[in-house]
């Protein structure tokens, strides 16, 4: 696994996705977004962190909380699509 130096804005919300959802390590979170038809995901917008289940390919899904067409999903922040 290589170090993340600097850890961008989408490596942050990846993180914090990671860690709402409960798993451990992101290749767990992946292995089930890659299985499952749909995706977790988690809005952008800075200080929102709402996370919802979207399509894996999702990256302007609508956010509840904040209301914004912000929500990403993890496959997508991953850069995996
Ligand atoms: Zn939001």
Do not use: R, W, Y
């Amino acid at each position: 696994m290589s170090t993340i130096v600097v850890l961008s804005h989408k490596a942050t919300k990846l993180m914090k996705l990671c860690d709402l959802e409960g798993f451990d390590c992101l290749d767990d979170l992946l292995q089930v977004a890659a299985t499952e038809s749909v995706c977790p995901a988690i809005c952008m917008t800075e200080g929102c962190d709402c996370t919802v289940e979207m399509e894996p390919d999702q990256d302007h899904g609508f956010c509840e909380a904040c209301g914004g067409n912000t929500v990403t999903s993890a496959l997508v922040l991953a850069g995996l699509i």
